[in-house]
């Protein structure tokens, strides 16, 4: 059976304040940190995820560090970096950094937090030279994007764990579920940071083509015609659609 995935919106980064795309690889405010500690003590299924991933940019490795402790506190849950998963645009905070530089720039990350697993436990085999590019299969394009989010889709679907938590981008989360559902493309995501939603493939999914739906429970909680407009977000979907043309 493919496996039951956890998706969650990084929290607030300083790229989401004042729209300051200029910040190379944005990482958390202290409001975003704030986020975190709370999505710590109420995050429901610690006890259940096999397998943790995430978006090689910072703030979603803050994010996925700060909020999941008790799950990577587990010797067996592994906790995987993946490319596929970064954001979509090519504005200079949503460009990554190589792998050298993020092995470097991680004891900084977390120097003043107390961490409830190894830090070894970050595994960046899957951060490969040219990853942070925004060139080829990485280019902010749409329908580079949308391959990017299909083969991703598909990774998850051949997976033999039961449940998986992937953090990952406001953007990206729209074209990895193919739901638009609460906003307009045009305003921007409908992911609050540090929101999960919980998602299982569809019946009329495949090893070639994998499709995704979100369970009735996550989506139901959420009130009616909530949209978050996040500035940046809007301006990362537009930037991708308009080197479509």
Not at 19 to 28: E, G, K, N, P, S
Not at 185 to 195: D, I, Q
Request: include cysteine.
């Amino acid at each position: 059976m493919p496996p039951r995935l956890y998706l969650v919106r990084h929290a607030e980064g300083h790229h989401n304040v004042h729209h300051a795309v200029h910040i190379r690889d944005a990482t958390l405010t202290e409001e975003g940190k704030a986020q975190c500690r709370q999505l710590h003590d109420t995050f429901a299924y610690r006890e259940i995820i096999d397998l943790v991933l995430s978006s090689p940019l910072r703030r979603a490795i803050q994010t996925t560090v700060l909020s999941f402790g008790p799950t990577l506190s587990r010797k067996k849950v592994p906790y995987l970096l993946l490319p596929e998963a970064q954001e979509v645009s090519g504005f200079t905070c949503d460009v990554g950094h190589t792998k050298q530089e993020l092995l470097q720039d991680l004891p900084d990350l977390f120097a003043n937090e107390p961490l409830q697993f190894d830090r070894e436990k970050i595994n960046l085999d899957a951060v490969k030279e040219g990853w942070n590019s925004k060139t080829r299969y990485w280019a902010p394009d749409k329908i580079r994007v949308q391959q990017r989010a299909a083969d991703l889709r598909t990774w998850l679907y051949l997976r033999s764990e039961a449940h998986i938590l992937l953090v990952t981008h406001g953007a990206f989360l729209h074209y990895l579920t193919e739901d638009w559902t609460g906003d307009d493309p045009a305003r921007g995501t409908a992911y609050s940071n540090c929101e999960v939603r919980v998602f299982d493939s569809t019946s009329t999914s495949s090893k070639k083509n994998a499709h995704i739906v979100e369970i009735p429970q996550t989506r139901d909680a959420r009130p009616a015609g909530i949209s978050n407009q996040d500035p940046h977000v809007q301006s990362e979907i537009k930037s991708v659609e308009l080197r479509e043309l």
